[in-house]
């Protein structure tokens, strides 16, 4: 049987009854550490995949970012296009996976957080693939990946071993780290990872 995490309407149908509980409210505080910090990445063109209400987008958008959100539910672009009125983020109903046809080699970044734990796990491979197409060469992909061993999902878990093994070939890992600032619920289980795009 087909997974309904692959298609818009199991997502559609969370945002309409109020049950997107993996939405925060506001963007990831990692992301406001690293930005403020002395590794933040210079700004550049970034895509953020399933970018939800677009909290994380408009904090990049914020710091300078040319930023792009991408999410096939359509609440969800609505909400974010709302929220973002008067920022430079731009917000596009798409699905991740057909992205590289439209958008490939335009960003500098790739932006990850709750995108690979959401999608089906069966196409994980392909989704590394996609952020690779995306990313312009020496691009590089900045995630905020949950790793929890709980049965079922989504979220679906992974592991710090399964992470290394989908970004072994034609990627270079610059870091890949325990989250101290995590919010109530993802606690010891968030790391940040960054990785370059190898030409």
């Given at each position: ?45 970034i895509a953020v995949l399933g ?149």
């Open positions: 049987m087909a997974n309904a995490v692959n298609q818009a309407q199991f997502w559609e149908q969370r945002y309409q009854e109020g049950s997107d509980r993996w939405d925060l409210g506001q963007a990831a505080p990692v992301w406001r550490s690293l930005l403020a910090g002395a590794e933040a990445p210079p700004p550049g063109r970018c939800g209400r677009g909290h994380d987008a408009r904090l990049f958008a914020e710091q300078g970012f040319a930023v792009v959100g991408f999410d096939f539910a359509p609440s969800a672009i609505a909400d974010a296009q709302a929220l973002a009125q008067g920022t430079t983020a731009e917000f596009l109903e798409r699905d991740i996976f057909a992205l590289p046809q439209e958008f490939a080699s335009q960003f500098d970044y790739v932006l990850e957080h709750t995108c690979f734990c959401a999608i089906d796990p069966d196409r994980r491979s392909e989704y590394v693939e996609v952020t690779r197409q995306l990313l312009k060469p020496d691009g590089a992909l900045l995630g905020l990946f949950w790793c929890h061993d709980r049965p079922s999902g989504p979220p679906y878990g992974c592991s710090l071993t399964e992470l290394r093994d989908r970004f072994a070939q034609g990627w270079q890992e610059e870091q890949l780290k325990l989250v101290t600032e995590s919010v109530e619920g993802r606690r010891g289980e968030e790391y940040l990872g960054r990785w370059r795009r190898l030409a």
